[in-house]
C-alpha cells in the first residue's frame, strides 16, 4: 500500500481483517483435524489447547465473522463515525459467498459423521476455496467501486446517463454487435465489413483507426476519409 499510495495508513490493515480471518479458518481447520497426532508428540495449536468443541465454535467465528467485520466496517462509520473511513458498499457483494460459507460450516457440523469420508479431512482445503471466492468478491468490489467513483467524479462531465460499462474477459471488447454483419448506426461514419478491413495501428502513435490509405504511408493525410 506505502509503494502504491506513497502513505502510511490504518485502513488497509483493518479492511484486510476479514480476509485475515478466512487464512486463519484454513490453518485452524488443518490443525483441528490433527489435534490427537499433534497431542501425542507433544505439538501445541490453538486447536489442541480448544479442544473438538470450541474449535468448532472458533472455526464458526472465522468463517462467519469476515461477513460481520465487513458489514460493521461499512455500517459503523455510515451511521456513527461520519469522519472515519467507511468501506464502500460494493464490498456488500461478499455476501455471494455465504452460501459457500454455509456448505463448509456443515462440514465442520458433521466432522463425526460426514457424507464424504474426506469431508472433515480436507477441511483445509474447503476453507481456502471459502477464502479464494470471498478474496475474489473483495476485489472485484474494489474495482466496481473504482468505476463508480469515476463516473461520478464532479470534475468531470460524466454521469452514468452518458456513460456504458463494458466488462469482457480480455484485452479488449472488439466490435459488439447485435448479431454477425449487423452494425448499429454511427455518427463518425460507416460500419461495415469494408471499413472494419480497413482498420489498422497508426505508427506514430499507437491508435487504430479505419481510413481510406491512399498511399498506404499509414499516416491519415488531408483528402483521406476516416470512418
Not at 490453538?46 to 479442544?51: D, E, N, P, T, V
Not at 460481520?68 to 464502500?88: E, N
Not at 474495482?143 to 479488449?172: F, M
Request: glycine letters at 8%; charged letters at 15%; a negative charge.
Amino acid at each position: 500500500y506505502y509503494v502504491q499510495s506513497g502513505a502510511l495508513s490504518w485502513i488497509p490493515v483493518i479492511w484486510a481483517i476479514p480476509m485475515s480471518m478466512l487464512v486463519i479458518a484454513i490453518l485452524h481447520a488443518n490443525n483441528w483435524r490433527d489435534i490427537q497426532s499433534d497431542k501425542e508428540i507433544k505439538i501445541f495449536t490453538i486447536a489442541s489447547l480448544l479442544g473438538d468443541k470450541n474449535s468448532l465454535r472458533y472455526y464458526g467465528v472465522l468463517i462467519y465473522g469476515p461477513f460481520i467485520v465487513i458489514a460493521g466496517l461499512i455500517l459503523v462509520p455510515f451511521f456513527l463515525f461520519q469522519k472515519m473511513t467507511a468501506m464502500p458498499f460494493t464490498f456488500l457483494i461478499t455476501l455471494a459467498a455465504l452460501p459457500l460459507a454455509f456448505r463448509v460450516w456443515k462440514k465442520a457440523l458433521n466432522r463425526k459423521t460426514p457424507a464424504q469420508p474426506l469431508d472433515f479431512i480436507a477441511l483445509d482445503g474447503a476453507s481456502a476455496q471459502l477464502n479464494l471466492l470471498f478474496g475474489s468478491l473483495c476485489t472485484l468490489a474494489l474495482i466496481l467501486q473504482a468505476v463508480i467513483d469515476w463516473v461520478d467524479n464532479p470534475a468531470d462531465d460524466i454521469d452514468w446517463s452518458n456513460t456504458l460499462v463494458i466488462v469482457t474477459g480480455d484485452h479488449g471488447c472488439g466490435y459488439l454487435t447485435a448479431g454477425p454483419g449487423i452494425f448499429p448506426d454511427q455518427p463518425l461514419g460507416e460500419v461495415s465489413d469494408t471499413t472494419l478491413a480497413l482498420e489498422k495501428i497508426i505508427p506514430s502513435s499507437g491508435r487504430r483507426a479505419s481510413w481510406d490509405d491512399l498511399d498506404g504511408d499509414s499516416v491519415i493525410d488531408a483528402g483521406e476519409t476516416v470512418y
